[in-house]
């Protein structure tokens, strides 16, 4: 979800003005104009008299709580998005921030890649509240735009975001592969939005589509060239001509249709059916699959030049269970966003439901994990425990949640840090939890892990 150039205000709010300054070097030189207030106050004052679209506030300021700060701000009725950073932030504190309608929580703030991440999600929370606000009204596949995005704060996550920005600008062929559920429509909006690309972005699955149709849909057809061919249409890669297209499912795509598809992405002209001109096209393509492209070669089911010229570019999105730590960011943000969408109140979430959620194989990814927010959202009353988890998440047991992989030889020493850090993940960072767990005093912890920074 990384920037490419950054447009819009941004207010830190932070009693340490090194800290701050330290923050708003790392994202002005994007683009955003960048503003620094040393208290929460003060903070107060200057969003009611001026407008900013994002506030990144420390979440130890010194002359209000965090509570008082955002209770204000909503009281104020302020359009800005909130960010949170600190690296003493429990996950009780996360969840219920969250629930205020914080976009992020940042642990590590100086993580520059991090931090222009949460700022592009807040960014897009911005203009969405302005835009229903004012009413305003805009086609589609804007709206699309800022529905979605994708949502991490793993490092794989990262990896591939940082990979996806620097190949966005460039017209190169990408294939996106991932099991079902991962978000790959989402991410090659994002491709696009990160393109700067002026055309359209379209998506169109090719499983959905019987084969009869799909050669029409692509390439559309001239008037007469079948029955009910009344007038003449535009295939999708017209549509797109300047913007993105996506194939999504492409291994489903029939042979017969591949050829074809093949000679539009070399020639970059498509011809209609039932005509001979061919029209020059301007298209971005991205495919998507959860299918296995190289075995479906291998077995004459897929074409193997075709397979060759989509794949220049291979972003592989790993699944939900290989980035549990995006858990408790995407499980807020759902959630968050099912309220919006049916016009509810945004819940409480007990941190041990948190817990749950990250031991969960989710095999069905993030599309599984946003239909279960939806459905907790509306059959439980303002409070989602552990007892309104479905079935399946009942039977997963907390002791089961991680294991601790040891490389002998290794002192006691290291061996009692990998623990507390093992067990520090379990509970979300929750250092009461954390200690209550490991059978020590909080503030044993607390010089355990001091001790272990040094």
């Known amino acids: ?154 490092s794989v996550m990262s990896d591939l975001m940082q990979k996806a920005s620097r190949i966005a600008p460039v017209k190169v062929t990408v294939l996106l592969s991932g099991e079902s559920g991962t978000g790959k429509d989402i991410l090659a909006r994002e491709i696009h939005v990160m393109s700067r690309r002026s055309g359209n972005y379209i998506a169109i699955n090719c499983a959905a589509i019987p084969e009869s149709l799909l050669e029409s849909e692509l390439f559309g057809y001239e008037r007469g060239a079948f029955t009910g061919a009344d007038t003449r249409r535009q295939g999708k890669f017209e549509a797109a001509s300047g913007g993105t297209l996506l194939l999504d499912e492409i291994g489903d795509m029939p042979l017969s249709i591949q050829a074809k598809l093949l000679r539009v992405l070399e020639e970059e002209k498509v011809t209609r059916l039932g005509g001979n001109t061919p029209v020059p096209v301007d298209v971005r393509l991205i495919a998507a ?101 479905p079935p399946e998440l009942e039977r997963v047991r907390e002791d089961t949640c991680s294991t601790l992989e040891l490389c002998l030889p290794m002192t006691l020493a290291v061996v009692e840090d990998e623990v507390i850090k093992k067990m520090l993940a379990l509970t979300g960072g929750n250092r009461t939890k954390t200690a209550s767990l490991l059978g020590i005093g909080r503030r044993t912890l607390q010089r355990k892990l001091e001790s272990s920074n040094k």
Not at 35 to 48: C, D, G
Request: proline residues 4%; positive net charge; charged residues 25%.
């Open 1 to 154: 979800m990384t920037t490419i150039l950054g447009r819009g205000t941004v207010l830190f709010v932070d009693s340490d003005s090194d800290r701050a300054s330290s923050l708003r070097a790392a994202v002005s030189p994007i683009g955003y104009s960048c503003t620094i207030e040393n208290s929460a106050r003060s903070a107060l004052r200057r969003v009611k008299s001026r407008s900013v679209n994002v506030i990144v506030a420390s979440s130890e300021l010194t002359d209000l709580h965090m509570d008082t700060f955002l209770e204000s701000l909503s009281r104020a009725n302020v359009n800005s998005s909130v960010v949170i950073y600190g690296r003493n932030i429990s996950a009780c504190e996360a969840i219920s921030w969250m629930r205020s309608g914080v976009v992020d929580i940042l642990l590590d703030p100086s993580d520059p890649e991090s931090l222009r991440s949460a700022l592009q999600s807040a960014f897009a929370r911005s203009s969405s509240k302005l835009s229903s606000k004012s009413g305003s009204t805009k086609n589609r596949s804007d709206d699309s735009m800022r529905g979605d995005s994708m949502l991490y704060r793993s």
């Open 289 to 389: 699959t959860n299918r296995n492209l190289a075995k479906m070669v291998g077995n004459g089911t897929f074409r193997e030049d075709l397979f060759y010229r989509i794949k220049v570019i291979e972003l592989d999105i790993p699944p939900l269970r290989a980035r549990k730590s995006d858990i408790p960011l995407l499980t807020m943000s759902l959630l968050r966003l099912s309220a919006e969408k049916y016009g509810l109140s945004m819940p409480e979430v007990d941190p041990e439901v948190i817990i749950r959620l990250k031991s969960f194989r989710w095999p069905g990814n993030v599309r599984q994990l946003k239909n279960m927010m939806e459905s907790l959202l509306v059959t439980t009353h303002g409070r989602i425990t552990v007892e309104d988890l």
